[in-house]
């Protein structure tokens, strides 16, 4: 057997600009740089670069585990299928695949056959909006949540909202801690502070866009969000101070109203049943599953 051809590493800052180029028409949250950059411990995320095209591979003890379909500007998707498979029996590891969309799904049942099982976990699904429905709530099926930002509105009269930049970092890290502290802390937590931290630190370097809410002169909200690719935006991070939970719709509209895009990827629900409706209530344009594969090798 020949040698693989993908050599797998961590991912790095620089290989932002790189991978950057090769994502276009693509929704998924995964694929987002700072998801890759920032989620690489918890998912164990390597990547390799070769001839244009990106090949991920998961090992960390969550929900992803093993590799996911090769992105990019493939001239032969079945060699690109080819090259997961050599590194995977190269290495002694099981030929899994995560992350699949139904067409990815298709392309291996294609080439695989029977020798190919599938899994659907609802909870790994991107929800995509319309920005336009989230930044002006058209309609009646957005009715109630106009009432919503308009008690708020009532409530608060001295709110603003302010783009993320040198002069306000510290106040979107105040928002990301103090939310912290209002949970029942678990070790998930902790790890979602630090991703946010650094993603507000390095947030030139990834590509990262946030917004800050305001409540006279206080700062209670934030949201941080990146291009997965022109048209598709995805938003990592939103979250409030503990005694203004009810800011959550706030920010979401004011973020929308500031991207330059056509959809929002708001990521999954991770089978949470309140976030589940949460995101439901929004009206997705639609819902971007994501399916796992075992292929059994002969």
Request: glycine share 4%; proline share 5%; net charge negative.
């Amino acid at each position: 057997m020949d040698k693989s051809v993908l050599t797998f590493s961590s991912p790095e800052l620089k290989d932002y600009s790189t991978i950057k180029e090769l994502l276009f028409h693509v929704e998924q949250s995964d694929l987002a740089f700072p998801n890759l950059y920032l989620l690489q411990k918890k998912y164990g995320t390597q990547i390799a670069l070769h001839r244009n095209c990106l090949y991920r591979h998961f090992s960390g003890t969550g929900r992803l585990q093993g590799y996911a379909f090769p992105v990019g500007k493939i001239d032969d998707v079945e060699k690109a299928l080819f090259h997961v498979e050599q590194h995977a029996r190269e290495h002694g590891n099981p030929l899994l695949y995560c992350l699949l969309t139904e067409e990815n799904a298709r392309v291996l049942q294609q080439i695989y056959g029977e020798t190919i099982t599938f899994q659907n976990d609802p909870g790994d699904a991107d929800y995509l909006y319309k920005r336009s429905d989230l930044a002006e709530l058209p309609g009646t099926i957005f009715h109630k949540k106009r009432n919503h930002l308009a008690r708020f509105y009532r409530s608060y009269p001295e709110w603003k909202f302010e783009q993320l930049d040198t002069k306000n970092e510290a106040d979107a890290l105040f928002i990301a801690r103090a939310w912290v502290q209002g949970q029942e802390v678990q070790e998930a937590h902790l790890h979602e502070l630090n991703a946010i931290e650094k993603a507000i630190n390095l947030r030139n370097e990834l590509g990262i866009i946030g917004g800050i809410l305001y409540v006279e002169q206080r700062p209670v909200a934030m949201s941080l969000a990146s291009y997965i690719s022109p048209i598709v935006a995805d938003i990592h991070y939103e979250k409030c101070t503990p005694e203004y939970r009810d800011a959550y719709p706030v920010i979401n509209q004011e973020m929308a109203k500031m991207l330059p895009c056509t959809l929002i990827n708001r990521e999954e629900d991770l089978n949470i049943p309140g976030l589940r409706q949460a995101k439901l209530s929004y009206k997705p344009d639609h819902i971007l599953q994501k399916l796992k594969a075992t292929i059994t090798l002969c």
